[in-house]
């Protein structure tokens, strides 16, 4: 496979870069662990949605669980915000995304929001789709709030001061978005050979060091990066370049055809 031959030989390239109505409240006390989602700020991720919809102007957002390593079972998760006195649950859809519920009351008692799964088992993004968009395509506006709200929320799981794109310099949606050297990673839904930009006339297949996680991740790295299984589904696109406009369809050439429906 692709992934494991990838997986196997690389190190990093320059181009990485209110309760709801009807909605039951119940009274857990919970231990939570430190590397769960933090609930306040997948909540200020939401609320960076709203406040930057230019980007994506009729978009959805969605936040959605992946696997990082092979063995998880993504079937059937239970999803739930605790917080020291409440407990929320939250429905996962069957594609495993789903919607955060606003609570005040998980709110103040700054809850972690947790998966029926080992957190590092797992990573989790934003998802912000546009409608109308082709299939085997996304638009680039809503991969660049995609990024600001994944940042803001705190989703990425990246844990190594051996990816630069986590350090200091750029911890904040500002620093990783806006720059050439805080790439942020995202994950096409199948493996993918190529990676396409087009706005109009002008086509551009972005160079192989922005797809497979930099294309190279040695086996030492892996462990801490998200990518970790997904590595061969794996590309970063060039938020940060203003001649590219938000109506530009990144496309991807896949190395499998989509499956099809049951």
Not at 28 to 35: F, G, I, N, W
Not at 71 to 78: A, E, K, Y
Not at 108 to 123: F, G, H, I
Request: aromatic share 8%.
């Amino acid at each position: 496979m692709l992934g494991l031959a990838l997986a196997a030989g690389f190190l990093a390239s320059p181009w990485l870069p209110a309760h709801a109505a009807g909605q039951t409240t119940v009274n857990v006390k919970s231990t939570r662990d430190p590397v769960d989602k933090s609930y306040r700020k997948m909540i200020r991720g939401m609320e960076r949605f709203e406040r930057e919809r230019a980007f994506a102007p009729n978009a959805t957002l969605r936040f959605q669980l992946l696997p990082r390593l092979p063995s998880v079972d993504m079937t059937g998760i239970t999803l739930r915000i605790a917080g020291d006195s409440v407990s929320v649950p939250v429905k996962v859809e069957n594609d495993n995304t789903f919607v955060l519920p606003r609570n005040e009351q998980a709110l103040q008692e700054d809850a972690a929001v947790l998966a029926s799964r080992k957190t590092s088992s797992m990573t989790w993004r934003a998802r912000i789709e546009s409608p109308g968009v082709p299939a085997g395509s996304r638009r680039l506006g809503d991969l660049r709030l995609e990024c600001r709200v994944g940042k803001e929320a705190g989703l990425v799981s990246n844990s190594s001061p051996m990816f630069g794109w986590i350090s200091d310099a750029l911890s904040t949606p500002e620093g990783v978005c806006t720059s050439p050297d805080g790439n942020y990673l995202f994950f096409a839904e199948r493996p993918i050979f190529s990676v396409t930009l087009r706005a109009g006339d002008r086509v551009e297949t972005l160079p192989f060091s922005m797809l497979y996680a930099g294309g190279e991740q040695t086996p030492d790295m892996l462990p801490f990066c998200d990518c970790q299984v997904l590595l061969d589904r794996t590309y970063y696109v060039p938020l940060w370049d203003a001649s590219w406009p938000d109506d530009t369809l990144v496309e991807f050439d896949y190395m499998l055809d989509a499956p099809e429906a049951p």
